[in-house]
């Protein structure tokens, strides 16, 4: 869909704080119809992520990892920054290595997701994993993941779990359950 509104003039962008994970820029904005604004956002990056779906046996595979945010355990999907010159598939080949002990054969690209995108410029690759195969490769987590199975034809009752709350989690399980039916491996 096109848009008809003008983009907002970048006035000044500044520095406002510093981390060792992040930097906030204070942005002035000019709008088209004279409003103006400073937004704080964090500064952008041009390095995405991937989170993978691993399939095995009719079930997909999750790990429990901790979130400090929520000062929880989470359940979701294994996910992780891709590397500099690495591709999409690469990446989650390796994180699917070091989070849960496989390797794939066949990996297949489901969709680019943004998370609050008037904040963050993150973007995360959804790919699906299958053709599982045991291999591992160490990763940077602090303690080992726990890894759970969930039934594939029974996907939709992950969101009834109280741990399985991220948005980027259920927007894949969304994505992949899509994908099983259109393979006419899943009906609604």
Same mark, same amino acid.
């Given at each position: 869909?096109?848009?008809?509104?003008?983009?907002?003039?970048?006035?000044?962008?500044?520095?406002?704080?510093?981390?060792?994970?992040?930097?906030?820029?204070?942005?002035?904005? &000019?709008? #088209?119809?004279? =409003?103006?604004?400073?937004?704080?956002?964090?500064?952008?990056?041009?390095? +995405? =992520?991937?989170?993978?779906?691993?399939?095995?046996?009719?079930?997909?595979?999750?790990?429990? +990892?901790? /979130?400090?945010?929520?000062?929880?355990?989470?359940?979701?999907?294994?996910?992780?920054?891709?590397?500099?010159?690495?591709?999409?598939?690469? =990446?989650?080949?390796?994180?699917?290595? +070091? $989070?849960?002990?496989?390797? &794939? $054969?066949?990996?297949?690209?489901? #969709?680019?997701?943004?998370? =609050?995108?008037?904040?963050? #410029?993150?973007?995360?690759?959804?790919?699906?994993?299958?053709?599982?195969?045991?291999?591992?490769?160490?990763?940077?987590?602090?303690?080992?993941?726990?890894?759970?199975?969930?039934?594939?034809?029974?996907?939709?009752?992950?969101?009834?779990?109280?741990?399985?709350?991220? /948005?980027r989690n259920v927007s894949a399980l969304f994505l992949v359950r899509e994908w099983?039916?259109?393979?006419?491996?899943?009906?609604?």
């Amino acid at each position: 869909m096109k848009n008809p509104l003008k983009k907002p003039d970048i006035l000044n962008v500044e520095t406002v704080a510093r981390s060792r994970l992040f930097t906030v820029e204070s942005v002035d904005l &000019a709008f #088209s119809n004279g =409003a103006r604004r400073v937004y704080e956002r964090m500064k952008p990056s041009e390095r +995405e =992520a991937v989170m993978i779906v691993p399939i095995i046996d009719d079930q997909v595979v999750l790990i429990q +990892e901790y /979130a400090v945010g929520l000062e929880t355990y989470e359940l979701g999907f294994p996910k992780g920054l891709i590397d500099p010159g690495e591709t999409v598939f690469e =990446a989650a080949n390796r994180e699917l290595k +070091e $989070e849960v002990g496989f390797g &794939a $054969e066949k990996l297949e690209f489901l #969709s680019k997701l943004t998370m =609050a995108p008037s904040y963050f #410029s993150s973007k995360m690759n959804i790919v699906v994993a299958e053709g599982l195969y045991p291999e591992r490769l160490e990763g940077d987590e602090p303690e080992p993941l726990i890894e759970h199975r969930w039934p594939l034809d029974n996907l939709l009752a992950l969101l009834q779990e109280p741990d399985f709350r991220e /948005a980027r989690n259920v927007s894949a399980l969304f994505l992949v359950r899509e994908w099983l039916v259109r393979q006419g491996r899943l009906r609604y």
